[in-house]
């Protein structure tokens, strides 16, 4: 918990309106214990709290948020330096949540960043020095959509330089060590002499090995342990008992220098490794930084000039050549040509684009020559926002971790407790104290907190990067591990299992007079982005040009607007019934046309008597998406039932789903209707959400996982913890296949992570692991982890699959 270090806090609140409001959050934060004061002020929005000291700052924001309002607050990436294991991840977050101010920390040992939610006044600096007063580093990455901090730099090139000399020394001083040891079982005895031997060691331990030593200090400083600790005092009690043998009987007594230069040596090889394997896990990430050109070909006032990107505005014409990246987000001013957006959006093929198309920052354009105006730049790109998505899904933590992160807080002291028993133990009971050291070392060196702290995060950052490259942005962990039991897909229809461009298939009017009827319907609709009325504008282009005026929409229902001095109303049947229009004389022709699948729509007008007057209908026709029919059988395949949500007509909907094959529908839903429907469907189980409209959000947020295709809105995309990149249902499946994929990998790598030190401690206490081969345990342990998540890279969606074979 985030215990507050001083006695008052500032606590900024949104949502209050009145005096009545800060009365409300005043008794509210009044009855949190250990609050000795609360005083809101109206006027600032803000309350002071005054505490005993003893209160965190998630119990004061909860109570503001129980009483109906809210406590803002933002989120800050910190990259951390330093760690080495699990417990040094959870050291920095109880760091990070002693900070007043503090909601919650998560630090992400694989990606060595933290995230960390604060009140508006809390600083990144605050943050850092906390950190660096725990014994690591942090710095503040930037976040403008030009991330680098995973990027290899001339710093980190550097480091791994250095690791890389520090181990073929480590390896080159160990090896004449244990050599005489391998040769032994030949009948071949040439023990190097003890002084040579301390001259081998010495600087294996004390200088390569003193990272195990400062890191170790800061945990013992921080009182607390970490798997450096556990290095340092393993090889030091071998090194100090073997320089007090070599002291005391010379070069005929018992001499384990070996021991503690090999584990060393292995130790820096498994560390080597894992940072290797590690990098690999942000290939994703990488790639898609990679995307971005560093300048862009400006054109103005008729000259193209090269420009830094973080020097295009959004205006700007931008030129891109054939094969070039194209720099920013824009629309096509001038030109033709096919762009590959596979990175971006998993789409093998490029796609034809042309004046007044979209395109997007990081495609690569083909064999024309086109000016793009600039419509996104830098965080506001959808590139930028790519990133950040995989990157928030990486260093969030999946529930399972939480498991992991009680097991890592206790870890390290309870291994130095049983390898204190162990040395006590075997002591006492044989009087070799020598043996019983080299006991107690292996089951310090055989302990393994690095396999647990890498076995969740490696599987997610694998996961989630692949996942990207095929299209599939998942949010955060928490949808990744729950995506895995959905047990029904529930879908909108228009724009998600269809096409989302209906056109105008038939237009009765009750008079005769089609292009009056199409000229009022499109009157009225003209300007709004509805599917429907774009089509029947498009339709209604030889008819009389006429002029609405006070159109407003009616949700869920249809639109109405003032043409001269009488109302027009376009909408469903339901709008109708609630203006009392009669249908009837048409009823029987809707009747069909819905059972053929298509959606009707109803125009009536005020004028010429009491009540509005039916004026005709018409009727729209929307295509099923290409491989929607083959989506649903897929899902079926996993086991997930399928379900059809929408506002459409039941007889449209449900031609729609015959045609595909869905087990459920749900028609003539509301907007606000769609999350109660969620509801009712969780009796079978985990409920996913798939849509693309502003009327799906609530849906996307009700559900268990919301799934938004991400050819719809940004409010869909933001409401759902799925994204797809394209705007293929098949896609569906996949998340949910390498959701399994991912999971599945994180239970084996946690189940390994145990087992190697759920059987090892006990070997190494019962005197049946040599130190040096303990060593190599531990060192691999993580090792194998890491390689385990990366078999995750080999996954593809079914797509592919189908292609390959």
């Given at each position: 918990m985030?215990?507050?270090?001083?006695?008052?806090?500032?606590?900024?609140?949104?949502g209050m309106t009145c005096a009545s409001c800060a009365g409300r959050i005043e008794r509210a934060l009044a009855a949190v214990p250990g609050v000795l004061r609360a005083d809101v002020n109206l006027s600032t929005a803000t309350a002071n709290v005054a505490t005993d000291g003893s209160v965190a700052a998630p119990a004061l924001a909860d109570a503001v948020s129980r009483s109906g309002y809210r406590v803002p607050e933002r989120t800050l990436d910190l990259a951390i330096g330093g760690m080495t294991c699990a417990s040094c991840a959870g050291r920095i977050e109880k760091a990070l949540r002693a900070v007043p101010g503090v909601i919650d920390a998560n630090v992400n040992l694989a990606t060595e960043r933290a995230q960390v939610r604060v009140l508006p006044d809390v600083s990144a600096d605050d943050l850092i020095a906390a950190v660096v007063a725990a014994g690591y580093r942090a710095s503040a990455p930037d976040r403008d959509g030009a991330d680098t901090a995973q990027s290899p730099d001339a710093e980190t090139d550097q480091a791994d330089a250095r690791e890389r000399r520090h181990l073929w020394l480590a390896i080159a001083l160990a090896l004449p060590l244990v050599l005489p040891m391998l040769a032994m079982p030949f009948g071949v005895h040439a023990m190097l002499p003890g002084w040579i031997q301390f001259a081998l060691a010495t600087p294996v331990q004390f200088w390569l090995g003193a990272r195990f030593y400062r890191a170790g200090w800061a945990a013992l400083k921080a009182r607390s342990g970490n798997m450096d600790l556990l290095v340092a005092l393993g090889t030091s009690a071998g090194y100090g008992l073997s320089v007090w043998h070599l002291l005391a009987g010379g070069d005929h007594a018992p001499l384990y220098f070996e021991a503690s230069a090999v584990v060393i040596a292995l130790v820096l090889l498994g560390k080597w490794l894992e940072t290797r394997a590690r990098r690999q896990t942000t290939a994703a990430i990488r790639a898609l930084q990679a995307l971005r050109p560093a300048t862009a070909r400006v054109l103005r006032d008729g000259v193209e000039a090269d420009v830094p990107l973080a020097q295009v505005r959004v205006g700007d014409a931008v030129v891109v050549r054939p094969g070039e990246r194209i720099p920013v987000d824009g629309r096509i001013l001038d030109g033709r040509t096919h762009a590959d957006e596979s990175m971006l959006t998993g789409e093998s093929l490029p796609i034809a684009r042309s004046e007044g198309d979209r395109v997007t920052g990081g495609a690569v354009n083909g064999e024309g020559r086109i000016v793009v105006e600039t419509l996104a730049i830098g965080a506001e790109s959808a590139l930028a926002r790519i990133i950040r998505l995989v990157e928030d899904a990486q260093a969030k933590k999946a529930p399972i971790q939480r498991i992991v992160d009680r097991v890592s807080?206790?870890?390290?002291?309870?291994?130095?407790?049983?390898?204190?028993?162990?040395?006590?133990?075997?002591?006492?009971?044989?009087?070799?104290?020598?043996?019983?050291?080299?006991?107690?070392?292996?089951?310090?060196?055989?302990?393994?907190?690095?396999?647990?702290?890498?076995?969740?995060?490696?599987?997610?950052?694998?996961?989630?990067?692949?996942?990207?490259?095929?299209?599939?942005?998942?949010?955060?962990?928490?949808?990744?591990?729950?995506?895995?039991?959905?047990?029904?897909?529930?879908?909108?229809?228009?724009?998600?299992?269809?096409?989302?461009?209906?056109?105008?298939?038939?237009?009765?009017?009750?008079?005769?007079?089609?292009?009056?009827?199409?000229?009022?319907?499109?009157?009225?609709?003209?300007?709004?982005?509805?599917?429907?009325?774009?089509?029947?504008?498009?339709?209604?282009k030889d008819a009389p040009l006429l002029t609405a005026a006070d159109i407003r929409a009616v949700p869920g229902r249809g639109v109405r607007g003032r043409i001269g001095s009488h109302d027009v109303l376009i909408g469903s049947e339901r709008m109708m019934r609630e203006v009392s229009v009669d249908v009837a004389l048409l009823s029987a022709r809707a009747e069909a046309l819905t059972a053929s699948g298509h959606t009707v729509s109803w125009a009536a007008t005020a004028a010429g008597g009491p009540r509005p007057r039916l004026l005709g209908l018409l009727a729209f026709r929307d295509t099923p998406r290409a491989g929607a029919r083959e989506a649903i059988a897929r899902l079926h395949a996993l086991g997930v039932r399928t379900v059809m949500v929408s506002g459409d007509q039941e007889g449209a909907a449900r031609a729609i789903a015959a045609d595909l094959g869905i087990d459920d529908v749900r028609a003539n839903v509301l907007p606000d209707e769609k999350a109660a429907a969620i509801d009712q469907l969780r009796r079978f189980g985990v409920v996913a959400m798939v849509g693309d409209g502003i009327n799906d959000a609530p849906a996307l947020a009700a559900a268990d996982v919301g799934i938004a295709m991400g050819s719809g809105t940004d409010v869909a995309m933001h409401a759902a913890g799925v994204t797809l990149m394209r705007p293929e249902p098949a896609l569906v499946a996949d998340a949910i296949q390498i959701s399994r994929r991912t999971t599945r990998k994180i239970h084996q790598n946690l189940f390994w992570a145990f087992v190697y030190n759920v059987v090892g401690i006990p070997l190494a206490a019962f005197g049946l692991l040599d130190p040096v081969i303990a060593g190599a345990a531990m060192a691999f342990s993580s090792v194998s982890v890491v390689t385990n998540a990366l078999l995750l890279r080999g996954w593809r969606p079914h797509r592919l699959q189908t292609l390959s074979t």
């Open positions: 985030n215990t507050l270090a001083a006695t008052d806090l500032r606590l900024p609140i949104a807080a206790v870890f390290v002291p309870v291994v130095i407790g049983i390898a204190l028993v162990t040395l006590l133990g075997w002591g006492a009971t044989t009087g070799d104290w020598s043996g019983a050291l080299l006991n107690a070392v292996a089951v310090l060196v055989i302990a393994c907190p690095c396999a647990l702290g890498l076995a969740t995060p490696t599987a997610i950052m694998a996961g989630t990067g692949v996942a990207a490259r095929a299209g599939i942005l998942i949010k955060d962990a928490q949808a990744l591990e729950t995506a895995k039991r959905i047990a029904v897909v529930a879908f909108d229809k228009t724009g998600t299992l269809t096409e989302g461009k209906p056109a105008l298939a038939e237009a009765i009017a009750l008079d005769g007079d089609t292009l009056s009827l199409l000229a009022q319907a499109a009157a009225v609709q003209r300007g709004s982005e509805h599917p429907l009325a774009a089509a029947v504008v498009h339709a209604a």
